[in-house]
């Protein structure tokens, strides 16, 4: 029986080290558990989701995440962060856009979500994106602990640090597709702090941002229910 219970962990840990060995990374989370309840009110349109506008790089608090690698110092201590040049070539904004999608599709917030532009839509929302940061502090213990390959990694496997991680998205705006304004939806921004997992290289934080990203667009889409209820759609 322990010998089943350290092949899980030691199966759990393997994409730790398969991500370790690679600098390319996703904005991804799952989805499949992702599901509306009958109780959900589905509105009744079909809109296409245009790719944020990014303006992150015009913030100063973000320029972190252009200039600098993963791992680096804050304030004279070392942290992790979400840098920008680790993530795939299909750019931040297009990626979350895909995932709002995905999210609102599975959620049933409207009778049908498409990415970009398409022929089946009748409105659009388009918004800005200003934050997708994420930064927590180094784990000496699991820098140790990566001293001594798969043991070491169990011994540390559970280890936390704290961190900050802030997703802003703003001028949320539903158009009907002749370009006339339906509903100004305004700004959403979640701030979360926390003790988030951590690893010898600092590829967590980006696993870290992801999950809260699913959290975000989880509310989002509440919100947007709520705002959308006494909409009268033209």
């Known amino acids: 029986m322990r010998t089943l219970k ?23 989370y799952k989805t499949d558990d992702i599901s509306a309840s009958q109780l959900t009110k589905t509105i009744p349109i079909k809109v296409e989701i245009r790719v944020l506008n990014d303006n992150r790089a015009n913030i100063s608090e973000n320029s972190i995440l252009f200039t600098n690698s993963q791992q680096t110092k804050l304030d004279g201590k070392a942290y992790f962060i979400n840098a920008e040049k680790n993530y795939k070539k299909d750019s931040v904004a297009s990626q979350i856009t895909r995932l709002m999608v995905e999210h609102f599709n599975k959620a049933k917030l409207f009778e049908m979500t498409f990415y970009g532009q398409s022929n089946y839509s009748d409105y659009y929302i388009t918004g800005t994106l200003n934050s997708f940061y994420g930064e ?42 002749d370009g006339t304004l339906i509903k100004d939806l ?34 989002l889409i509440e919100k947007i229910r709520i705002d959308m209820t006494e909409t009268t759609l033209k």
């Open 186 to 219: 305004g700004s959403f921004y979640k701030e979360y702090k926390d003790d988030f997992k951590v690893d010898a290289y600092g590829w967590y934080i980006y696993w870290n941002v992801n999950e809260k990203l699913k959290d975000f667009n989880t509310h």
């Open 6 to 28: 350290t092949m899980k962990r030691l199966l759990l840990l393997l994409p730790l080290f398969l991500i370790s060995c690679t600098v390319s990374q996703k904005v991804i």
């Open 136 to 177: 927590q502090q180094y784990s000496s213990a699991a820098a140790v602990g990566s001293q001594f390959g798969l043991i070491g990694a169990l011994a540390t496997a559970n280890a936390k640090t704290p961190g900050r991680i802030l997703i802003d998205i703003s001028d949320l705006k539903l158009f009907k597709k």
